[in-house]
């Protein structure tokens, strides 16, 4: 005996006949046919199971609703393909053709060049050492980026957020290390798009990796004290390093590029500091973010500058002097942490000149990161005491000789 289910869809009805099919092994099984008219012609469909039947009805009086006629003219295998899409995207609620638009646009968004990270990374390498970007600076990105490559050997575009987390994990490195690492990454995967060897317009995988609260990593400023005892006891050789970072926060990196042609005694930068006489340039192609700055000469630091007056060439020979300064800090008792000069010059200049983004601009960096980090930090009211440091008066005007 047939059963006969209705599927209607407003004034459209499509029926459903359910009886027994063929005798197989002495078992009759069921049999569900979908019967409809289309384009004048009674039209039917046979299916195994009721699921597929209804479902096979329901859009098919759906269709013909909605004049959507075309859609049933689907052969077999494009109908079992049909509906299995259909299936897979029900969990989701999305439309058939909303899933495929979208699938569309992934397609194109990914015509890429397959490229291996460790061509990228030596292409990046050539590109930065091209730009006249710090020797110090390319020497870290080839130092992160070299073993990044030597372990994902692979296309850049098939490494995804979750590899790099793993990967930065088995470094075993602290939150500030494991930081900088992170941002060597970043830097390639941005390269890496802007080449064409990732999809354009994306946030790269490598962005996507969250960075690390660096709790050990509290800012750290010397007291006037300090840095008066660290001028007072060092040779003239270091006394310049100190002098110029504690009175411009301009980064050590920056400095060891600047030249003495680019100490200027004479100019009044600002009419309303008529005390600020003179500036420290710091050219374009020698900042870490290329911008050039000019940094105000303070009165005091104008006195440790002055026995220089007329050198030529740079101010520091390499970075050996540097650390040969640092090391002396240290051996005097010195808290020195990393960046504690650059650091102290925000808070206390802050402190006199509070417009963040004045000293934002002076010192090559952004209005909220110096709020985040020196607000506050000079509850003693310091400041005034640190731009008064001054050579003694009977210094002697012979200098040592720079020799790094």
Avoid at 14 to 33: C, D
Avoid at 190 to 214: C, I
Avoid at 273 to 293: D, F, I, L, W
Wanted: one cysteine or more; charged letters at 25%; proline letters at 4%.
């Amino acid at each position: 005996m047939k059963t006969v289910i209705e599927v209607k869809r407003g004034n459209t009805v499509v029926k459903i006949y359910r009886h027994k099919g063929r005798r197989y092994k002495n078992k009759h099984y069921e049999l569900f046919t979908v019967a409809y008219r289309l384009n004048g012609k009674q039209l039917r469909k046979n299916f195994g199971e009721y699921k597929a039947a209804w479902d096979f009805a329901s859009d098919t009086a759906t269709a013909l609703e909605k004049g959507r006629a075309q859609v049933l003219s689907l052969n077999a295998a494009d109908w079992q393909s049909y509906l299995a899409a259909k299936n897979l995207l029900r969990p989701f609620g999305i439309p058939l053709h909303t899933a495929i638009e979208e699938y569309v646009a992934t397609r194109k968004r990914k015509k890429v060049i397959e490229k291996r990270v460790g061509e990228i990374v030596h292409e990046l390498l050539a590109a930065k050492e091209a730009a006249g970007l710090s020797e110090r600076y390319v020497q870290t990105l080839r130092t992160y980026l070299l073993r990044f490559a030597d372990s994902f050997q692979t296309n850049i575009g098939s490494i995804n957020t979750g590899m790099i987390v793993r990967w930065l994990d088995s470094l075993e490195i602290g939150p500030r290390s494991w930081n900088n690492v992170r941002q060597a990454v970043v830097t390639l995967f941005n390269f890496a798009r802007r080449r064409g060897y990732l999809p354009k317009g994306e946030t790269t995988e490598a962005a996507d990796v969250e960075t690390k609260r660096d709790r050990d990593g509290q800012i750290a400023i010397l007291t006037p004290a300090e840095l008066s005892k660290l001028l007072r006891k060092s040779e003239p050789l270091y006394q310049i390093y100190f002098a110029l970072a504690a009175f411009t926060g301009i980064r050590s990196a920056e400095l060891l590029r600047l030249e003495w042609s680019e100490i200027n005694f004479e100019t009044i930068l600002d009419q309303k500091q008529p005390s600020e006489k003179g500036y420290v340039e710091v050219k374009a192609r020698k900042t870490k973010t290329p911008t050039r700055r000019l940094v105000p000469m303070q009165p005091n630091l104008a006195k440790w500058l002055a026995p220089y007056r007329g050198r030529k060439g740079k101010l520091l020979q390499s970075r050996r002097t540097v650390d040969s300064a640092i090391k002396f800090a240290k051996r005097l008792g010195i808290p020195w942490k990393a960046n504690c000069l650059r650091h102290s010059y925000a808070t206390y200049r802050l402190s006199i000149v509070p417009d963040a983004a004045r000293v934002a601009l002076e010192m090559g960096n952004s209005p909220a990161k110096l709020f985040t980090n020196y607000r506050e930090l000079d509850p003693h009211n310091h400041a005034l005491e640190w731009f008064t440091i001054e050579p003694p008066r009977g210094r002697s005007r012979v200098v040592v000789p720079f020799i790094a």
